[in-house]
């Protein structure tokens, strides 16, 4: 089976967040089950410098105002189609903003071209390669379905997979007639959000089937507080809406390979981590000491619980944890955070950017990952942390509901625990969940037991692929022999 795969972003050309992880590893995975996963993401400076040579394999005379190609390349076992639009991708900047945060004002064309190029090589073919089914990853893939839909042509299934519900790609109702849909779309049962476009509504709306990339996350999306103004449309398509776990790239991620740690280490070999903790201590000015060193690798958002956090961090320090956090988004949150390292200097670091060779130490040294999202769609950073032993303490919410077991006494006695779950929401739940780690950690056989169960548990893509495989077969029929 040929599948496409539209995404803004994909690991390791451009990535601002887990869909960028998924977006790279679930191919390599796919492959093994006789899938052909192609993936086409945009022409961003980064992208076109990384992928070298290039075969081009169509061109557009004009879209969405200048002239533009899709080039093919293949990079770390990926399949690559990229739009190279110069006019839409070639600026300096993250994927969606300029360089002080600001949103390009004309992110609606530059996705609709995205989605309007994979829409074109799922009806036609690039070259002699054609689809049997479209995988379109979030708002800025949203338009695909539509554009399919409403192309009047045979065209192949469409799933919408759903990453964070919370980005829908929203704009003015003027923006309708340069998307080149029918009038009909602009309804409803189409395109039409509340008044305007909503790309992601668009594709929800559109596509034969929804996966979001949790069970849970996929059981809250149908209530009002998570939904965000699409729990009336997911409800009506519940039969249609799958949650699938995302696995890990296990290979990238790998205690007992991964050169960015000090020290490789397995299950056998715990002891090995105190080196990966040192090098934190040195790099977050951290003083020696025999508690728990608990990191937070994030987006400082709201989203998060950062806000929490951050109001938070002299009582979580009380509670005898050292702070090691890795972390960019809101300014006032970094200055909070920053303030506080300044109040207790040795006891919390911080380290403000984006940084991923530091995020494996991270995984790879501190004893506990504190995550207290108010809603987490799946979460990648408790998996790093269970297959580094690097306990997760986070909020009972989504994809961390899912993927982490709670040290209660029941699952303790059985060491089948794997980490520590509180509700989400709360600055009080943070403290208390601390508080927990911190005399859990004092048990060093416990804690020991919770490592290696998280470090035991399958994060790999092999089984979660096979369910995205199910799905794609029951919408397309059977997959090649692999
Ligand atoms: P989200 O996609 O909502 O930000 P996920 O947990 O799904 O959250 O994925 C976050 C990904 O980004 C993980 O791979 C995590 O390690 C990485 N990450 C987040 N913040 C940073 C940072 N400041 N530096 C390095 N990696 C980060």
């Known amino acids: 089976m040929k599948v496409l795969s539209v995404a803004s972003e994909v690991h390791p050309l451009v990535k601002t967040g887990g869909l960028a992880d998924v977006t790279g590893a679930l191919p390599k995975a796919l492959k093994q089950l006789g899938i052909e996963m192609r993936t086409l993401l945009p022409g961003y400076p980064g992208v076109m410098a990384r992928l070298g040579k290039v075969r081009a394999a169509a061109t557009y005379d004009d879209l969405f105002g200048a002239k533009a190609r899709l080039v093919e390349a293949d990079l770390d076992g990926l399949d690559l189609i990229v739009l190279d639009a110069p006019h839409l991708f ?6 969606y903003a300029d360089a002080t945060g600001r949103e390009w004002p004309d992110n609606w064309k530059r996705f609709a071209a995205l989605a309007r190029a994979g829409a074109d090589i799922a009806i036609r073919g690039l070259k002699a390669w054609k689809p049997s089914l479209v995988q379109a990853h979030d708002w800025q893939a949203g338009l695909l379905p539509a554009y399919l839909r409403y192309s009047g042509e045979a065209v192949p299934p469409s799933v919408m997979t759903i990453h964070n519900l919370a980005f829908q790609g929203r704009f003015d109702a003027a923006i309708f007639d340069a998307l080149g849909l029918p009038a009909e779309a602009m309804s409803v049962e189409g395109v039409e959000y509340y008044g305007g476009v909503g790309f992601l509504k668009a594709g929800l709306q559109s596509a034969d089937a929804i996966v979001t990339v949790s069970p849970t996350y996929a059981r809250e999306i149908r209530r009002p507080e998570f939904g965000m103004g699409l729990e009336g449309l997911l409800n009506g398509r519940a039969h249609d809406l799958h949650g699938i776990l995302n696995g890990i790239d296990d290979t990238l991620w790998d205690p007992q390979s991964d050169p960015d740690l000090k020290a490789t280490f397995g299950p056998r070999s715990l002891a090995q981590r105190q080196k990966n903790r040192r090098a934190i201590e040195k790099r977050f000015g951290l003083e020696r000491d025999d508690g728990p060193l608990m990191t937070i690798i994030s987006r400082l958002t709201w989203q998060k619980g950062m806000d929490l956090v951050a109001q938070t961090l002299d009582r979580i320090v009380s509670t005898g944890v050292q702070l090691a956090v890795l972390g960019s988004g809101d300014h006032a949150l970094e200055g909070a955070f920053l303030a ?15 940084d991923e060779g530091l995020s494996h130490l991270l995984q790879g040294g501190a004893d506990a990952i504190l995550i207290p999202s108010r809603f987490e769609p799946c979460g990648l950073t408790q998996l790093y942390g ?7 303490v986070a ?9 982490i077991i709670d040290a209660n006494d029941a699952a303790l006695s059985a060491a089948t625990a794997t980490g520590i779950l509180f509700d989400p929401g709360s600055a009080d739940a943070i403290v208390a969940g601390c508080q927990r780690a911190a005399a859990l950690y004092a048990d060093a056989k416990a804690w020991a037991s919770m490592q290696k169960a998280g470090m035991g548990a399958d994060l790999s893509w092999r089984r979660r692929a096979g369910q995205y495989a199910d799905l794609f077969t029951s919408l397309a029929g059977k997959p090649d022999q692999p």
């Open 90 to 95: 070639d600026r300096a900047g993250s994927p």
């Open 340 to 354: 506080a390292a300044g109040r207790h200097s040795g006891r919390i670091g911080v380290v403000t950017g984006y």
């Open 386 to 392: 269970l297959r580094y032993g690097c306990v997760p």
């Open 395 to 403: 909020a009972r919410t989504g994809g961390l509901a899912d993927t």
